[in-house]
């Protein structure tokens, strides 16, 4: 049996078929959980909802938990690797959705949308004090800082700079690129905004530390909540340390009724879609559905990281 576990939208539910055939793939709402099903799974497509060592060990004939996306941190991997089960991600099929969200939401911010919006439906789009128009700007001229340099941070660099933006970037090793490299806390404390794009590991855990931030910098995050002290987070976005912050990862998900972010006029929010596009979709559901294939063939996986 293959599971997805995910509240999946029509055209989802759509291209699942399409790809695996109807009828192949059993669908379990995101919002469930798999006791139901657990002892018949061969093979699961993770996209959020934790995959526990209790679930692990109560599915014995489960071979493979296929993430849809890159990140494995919900993943329980020791629980897998010693029950044998194989886990693979895919990674650059969602990098293009994430390069351009990441945009979206430094626009987003500098042009402060959600205020102008808000007052624009209210029909007070021309009655708001003059010096709200001095907290708006460009992307062209500053410089943004790009905190790791995968897939999607190689989409987002040549479009800000075609933008007339200088990118600096960090990450583990060097890269012949037309960029900047700099150390991550140079980066931190010279950028206007720093766009973050590097996987949730013990490492990289709260090493965003928005106080070592330029003042006045802008933060964006597509890649994992748990990289920022959100606490913090709030307090420079608050005290006016940090221009704004633009957020598609929460260190808890779904963000919860009364987490303070949902009353930062400087703060953009979304609910961790970044990857999540129907172009995306029909290039996860390939991946997922020829590691399937391989499962049932005796074959490598691609993109095993388990």
Request: glycine fraction near 8%; charge should be negative; include cysteine.
């Amino acid at each position: 049996m293959i599971v997805l576990h995910a509240r999946p939208s029509p055209g989802f539910r759509e291209a699942v078929d399409a790809i695996f055939g109807p009828g192949v793939v059993t669908h379990v709402d995101e919002a469930a959980p798999l006791d139901d099903v657990a002892p018949d799974i061969t093979a699961l497509l993770h996209v959020l909802t934790p995959v526990t060592p209790g679930f692990i060990a109560s599915a014995p004939k489960l071979k493979l938990v296929q993430k849809l996306g890159v990140g494995v941190n919900t993943i329980a991997l020791d629980a897998a690797r010693d029950h044998g089960v194989a886990v693979c991600n895919m990674p650059g099929t969602n990098s293009q959705a994430v390069a351009e969200m990441a945009l979206s939401l430094m626009m987003a911010v500098l042009r402060r949308t959600c205020f102008f919006d808000a007052r624009t439906r209210a029909g007070q789009g021309w009655t708001a004090d003059p010096s709200e128009l001095d907290q708006v700007g460009e992307i062209g001229g500053r410089t943004i800082g790009l905190v790791g340099f995968g897939n999607s941070a190689q989409l987002l660099a040549p479009a800000l700079a075609a933008l007339g933006a200088k990118i600096a970037y960090t990450a583990r090793s060097q890269r012949d690129v037309p960029y900047e490299f700099l150390p991550l806390d140079e980066l931190l404390a010279t950028s206007d905004i720093v766009s973050l794009h590097i996987p949730l590991t013990d490492e990289t855990r709260a090493s965003i530390d928005p106080f070592a931030m330029k003042q006045g910098a802008v933060l964006v995050n597509t890649a994992r909540g748990e990289l920022v002290d959100e606490a913090r987070l709030v307090d420079a976005l608050t005290s006016g340390h940090l221009r704004g912050a633009g957020l598609d990862v929460f260190a808890e998900e779904p963000l919860p009724r009364g987490n303070p972010l949902l009353g930062l006029p400087n703060a953009v929010l979304a609910p961790h879609i970044a990857w999540l596009t129907p172009e995306t979709l029909v290039r996860s559901l390939t991946v997922a559905h020829e590691n399937c294939r391989r499962l049932a063939a005796g074959e490598p996986f691609v993109h095993q990281v388990v």
